[in-house]
């Protein structure tokens, strides 16, 4: 299957540091991202939807000034948290649709664990 | 709005044993449904989908069946294996924004 790979997997850094975190569809091009975050014995909760070539589109209450996506490629989208704080640690999850994808066909990323000291 | 309930583990099976995680949903439409998987140290990976009432997905032995007058998805194995231990997580998308919402995810532990 298409496989998404994200980049750091793991990450530890200082409050008010900000903090990249990418996804890549490695064998396929994805007009479509999607990020996640995931609490611990919680659900995904989607953040945004990242569309190649145009902005974000965030769900209610996900602040778009702290949460900074970039989809600038059909294989790379990029999810920024700006001035970290320990609140923001969490695990986060891309996933992305195959071009021409019917509903649900959804590839994950193995997720990126942030950590905000 | 839209919303998915699965029940909570961590469940623990001996292998062999029969599997039943049970997911009910609320939708104003008409959903697509989803069991997703996730292994350890992996991403999630599409498990098996339904996309209309009394639909049953399949895969690698599990099953599962859209039941709209009971909004229910249960997942279901005959025969577990001690490969089949993951988190589970059961999802609908509306096809009117195609978002997916996902459950809570139920952690599988199969026991040799």
């Known amino acids: 299957g298409a496989v998404v790979s994200q980049h750091p997997s793991w990450v530890i850094c200082k409050s008010g540091t900000s903090v990249k975190i990418e996804c890549r569809s490695l064998?396929?091009?994805?007009?479509?991202m999607f990020w996640y975050r995931q609490f611990p014995k919680q659900s995904l909760m989607l953040m945004a939807t990242?569309?190649?070539?145009?902005?974000?589109?965030?769900e209610q209450g996900v602040e778009k000034d702290k949460f900074l996506i970039n989809h600038a490629s059909l294989t790379l989208s990029t999810l920024t948290v700006t001035s970290a704080h320990p609140e923001d640690s969490s695990f986060y999850i891309c996933s992305a649709r195959v071009v021409g994808a019917r509903t649900g066909e959804l590839f994950f990323g193995e997720g990126s664990r942030l950590t905000v000291l | 709005g839209d919303s998915v309930t699965q029940m909570e583990g961590p469940v623990t099976l001996s292998e062999e044993a029969f599997l039943t995680i049970n997911c009910t949903y609320t939708a104003t439409g008409y959903p697509s449904l989803f069991w997703y998987v996730q292994y350890p140290g992996e991403g999630l990976q599409l498990l098996l989908k339904a996309t209309k009432a009394d639909d049953k997905g399949s895969n690698k032995g599990f099953e599962a069946t859209y039941r709209k007058e009971t909004t229910s998805f249960h997942l279901e194995k005959g025969s577990v294996q001690v490969s089949d231990s993951a988190v589970y997580f059961c999802a609908l998308s509306d096809a009117r924004d195609d978002k997916i919402i996902f459950g809570k995810g139920t952690r599988l532990h199969i026991l040799p």
């Open positions: 064998d396929f091009q994805a007009t479509t």
């Open positions: 990242s569309n190649e070539g145009s902005k974000a589109t965030y």
